[in-house]
Each structure stands twice: as C-alpha cells, then as structure tokens.
C-alpha cells in the first residue's frame, strides 16, 4: 500500500539515471573508494560511514562510525542551497540553484576524503526527480565532485527517514504517524511499532514542499492577504493529503505524532525561545500540538521582515516557514495528536544504520 500525489507543480518528467561511476564493491548507489585516499593502515583503523541528503531545500551530509547498537557522528555539514528554486514554473533546475548546490557538495567530497570513508550513499530526493535536467545535473555533479547521487523514489525516502527517526516515538499500542516536511514533497509514513523495529502499515508522499508550495502562492503585502494566502496553502495541502486521509484507521484512542524536517525543528526552536539553533535541546523534544498551532499560526500573519527577526528563522528561512507551518497544521488536523514529537534526525541516519546492518523497515 502507499501511493504518490498527482506532481501537481511540475512538469511531469522522468529523467533517465546517469551512468554509473567506476565500478567498486559498493551495492548500487553505494559509493567506495574513490572517495578514500592513501593506503589504508590497516583494519584496526575506525572504519567511517558517510550519508549525504540532497533535498530541494538544503544539501546535508553526515559521516560517522559505528559504536554499539548505533554510531557516533564524526563530521556533518548543512547547507540550504534552494535547488529547487523556480522549479515549479520551469520544470528544470535553474543555473544558479545547480551552481549554488555544486559548491556545496565540494565541500562535502572534500569531507568525505579527508575522513576516509569505507562505505557511502548519496541520494537525491524531489527536485531530481520532477527536473528535466535533473539527470544532466547528477552527471555533472559525479564528473565535477566524484559523489554519485542517486535519484531515490519517494518511498524509499519515507522509509529511510523512518529507520533514521523511529527511536524517538513515543511508546504506544497503536499505530505511529511520521512525517518529513521537504522542500519540494512531504512524506506521511504509518507505522505499526509493536516490534523491535517499526513495520510500515501504509505512505504517502505529496508534491507540496515549502519550495513549491510558496512558489505556487506566492506572498502577499497586507496581513489579511497573508491570512487569506495561508489559508489557501492550507487547503491544496489538505486535497493533497485526501486519499490517504481516507485510508487512515479510525477510533485511535492516543494518536501518536512524530515530525522530522527543518519545519518542526525551526518551530520547536521558537517555542523554546532559544536565542540560537541547538541539536541537543530540540531532538527528542515532545511539544504539545496547540502550541505548534499557536506559533504556525502567528507566523502566518507576521511580514517577511518580522519573522526573519526571530533568531532561529532569520532571512534564510523566513519565506519558506509558513508554508512548512501549512502542512505542518494540516497535518495535525489529519492525526489530531495532543503532543508532536520532533527528531532532528531523518534520511541520513536511516542510510548510514542500513549501510551498517542495523536494520531496515
């Protein structure tokens, strides 16, 4: 079971994969050497990891080695590099987005050198996958990088961040709802976790991420035009979320909510009140729904200048955040849960526990 929206705002495309880089004893779309360099000094030497998360929004890599039933993170960088930027009314990955997003992933390959990393994956997510150029661009990025990108289908993306998240919910008896607001797709994944390791009962992904749906509304002066524009977003997410809504279970007597993306990390942040971004504080932090709703809400109604004064949103995300609150209140009408768990953690860490053997879902 599971299904994908209508790509309502992009042309409808399916690019064809690059061709593979130098062979190496790596599975598909795993990576190996050539990313390490120099001898290796032997087996007792920590063997490293590396997952990399090219999003339409943020390009994200995370490089650690394994340590007991989980791993200890060695290096990590985040970048937002808006590759999908003008996607949605052009149907293909702009210049600049792919200039701005090649510059990020040679910082990466760089880390992945210097870290001498054993095992690695790198995917890509929604906009390589609506762009018309989006096969042009992951070759260009092998031959100019050396990391070879793969194109993930949606639903392998909803489960690797469920494997990367699935810790943090909440115990329970019934099923579990977890979401990854993106920037051009959002990801509803119902999980049974009555086992060791979550069971995937039912996924939906939705082709409105905060890059898309903000292209698509696009901003208002005035604060009822704000109002009246947030309202709509609100609405085209909900058609969007209506087949899958119709097929959730009925009569849970405690929903449990389970959020990772930038959206529920940056609005636990504002409703800390911190003065900057903390990790340590936000992941794993339980808030209650009405205090998201609260602050989505609040937003909606502030000007670009006003949200960009609060310090965990700033310039870089004050015109995204209130589509990301959109979705994110849609959701929350969808699985009405008094509390909303929130997992700085996703995708990366579901790749790097495959790439260990630690498990799958």
């Given at each position: 079971?599971?299904?994908?929206?209508?790509?309502?705002?992009?042309?409808?495309?399916?690019?064809?994969?690059?061709?593979?880089?130098?062979?190496?004893?790596?599975?598909?779309?795993?990576?190996?050497?050539?990313?390490?360099?120099?001898?290796?000094?032997?087996?007792?030497?920590?063997?490293?990891?590396?997952?990399?998360?090219l999003?339409?929004?943020?390009?994200?890599?995370?490089?650690?080695?394994?340590?007991?039933?989980?791993?200890?993170?060695?290096?990590?960088?985040?970048?937002?590099?808006?590759?999908?930027?003008?996607?949605?009314?052009?149907?293909?990955?702009?210049?600049?987005a792919?200039?701005?997003?090649?510059?990020?992933?040679?910082?990466?390959?760089?880390?992945?050198?210097?870290?001498?990393?054993?095992?690695?994956?790198?995917?890509?997510?929604?906009?390589?996958?609506?762009?018309?150029?989006?096969?042009?661009?992951?070759?260009?990025?092998?031959e100019?990088?050396?990391?070879?990108?793969?194109?993930?289908?949606?639903?392998?993306?909803?489960?690797?961040?469920?494997?990367?998240?699935?810790?943090?919910?909440?115990p329970?008896?019934d099923?579990?709802?977890?979401?990854?607001?993106?920037?051009?797709?959002?990801?509803?994944?119902?999980?049974?976790?009555?086992?060791?390791?979550?069971?995937?009962?039912?996924?939906?992904?939705?082709?409105?991420?905060?890059?898309?749906?903000?292209?698509?509304i696009?901003?208002?002066?005035?604060?009822?035009?704000?109002?009246?524009?947030?309202?709509?977003?609100?609405?085209?997410?909900?058609?969007s979320?209506?087949?899958?809504?119709?097929?959730?279970?009925?009569?849970?007597?405690?929903?449990?909510?389970?959020g990772?993306?930038?959206t529920?990390?940056?609005?636990?942040?504002?409703?800390?009140?911190?003065?900057?971004?903390?990790?340590?504080?936000?992941?794993?932090?339980?808030?209650?729904?009405?205090?998201?709703?609260?602050?989505?809400?609040?937003?909606?109604?502030?000007?670009?200048?006003?949200?960009?004064?609060?310090?965990?949103?700033?310039?870089?995300?004050?015109?995204?955040?209130?589509a990301g609150?959109?979705?994110?209140?849609?959701?929350?009408?969808?699985?009405?849960?008094?509390?909303?768990?929130?997992?700085?953690?996703?995708?990366?860490?579901?790749?790097?526990?495959?790439?260990?053997?630690?498990?799958?879902?």
């Open positions: 079971m599971g299904d994908q929206s209508p790509r309502m705002p992009y042309r409808q495309s399916s690019p064809a994969r690059p061709a593979s880089g130098p062979k190496t004893n790596a599975k598909p779309g795993q990576s190996a050497a050539p990313l390490a360099t120099g001898p290796r000094k032997g087996w007792s030497e920590p063997r490293h990891y590396a997952a990399l998360d999003g339409t929004n943020n390009c994200r890599l995370l490089i650690a080695r394994p340590q007991g039933d989980g791993f200890a993170v060695v290096d990590a960088f985040s970048r937002i590099v808006r590759l999908g930027e003008g996607l949605a009314a052009t149907g293909r990955l702009s210049d600049a792919i200039e701005r997003t090649l510059s990020a992933l040679k910082v990466c390959a760089d880390k992945l050198k210097r870290r001498n990393v054993l095992l690695s994956r790198s995917v890509a997510t929604e906009a390589c996958r609506r762009a018309d150029n989006g096969a042009a661009f992951i070759a260009r990025a092998l100019e990088t050396g990391i070879h990108l793969d194109i993930i289908t949606a639903e392998e993306e909803a489960r690797l961040a469920v494997l990367g998240c699935h810790a943090l919910i909440e329970g008896e099923p579990a709802l977890v979401f990854d607001i993106g920037g051009g797709s959002t990801e509803l994944v119902l999980v049974d976790t009555s086992g060791e390791v979550p069971r995937v009962l039912d996924w939906h992904s939705a082709p409105w991420g905060v890059v898309s749906l903000t292209e698509h696009g901003y208002a002066q005035s604060r009822q035009g704000r109002l009246d524009a947030y309202a709509r977003m609100r609405d085209i997410v909900r058609e979320f209506a087949g899958f809504a119709a097929r959730l279970p009925r009569g849970i007597d405690r929903p449990r909510l389970l990772t993306s930038g529920v990390t940056t609005l636990a942040s504002v409703h800390l009140g911190l003065s900057r971004y903390d990790r340590a504080e936000v992941d794993g932090l339980i808030v209650p729904a009405s205090s998201m709703r609260k602050i989505s809400t609040d937003l909606a109604g502030m000007d670009l200048a006003e949200r960009a004064t609060l310090p965990c949103i700033g310039t870089e995300r004050a015109d995204l955040v209130v609150c959109a979705i994110l209140e849609t959701i929350m009408d969808l699985w009405p849960a008094e509390r909303l768990g929130v997992a700085d953690r996703g995708i990366r860490e579901g790749i790097l526990r495959r790439l260990m053997g630690k498990e799958r879902v």
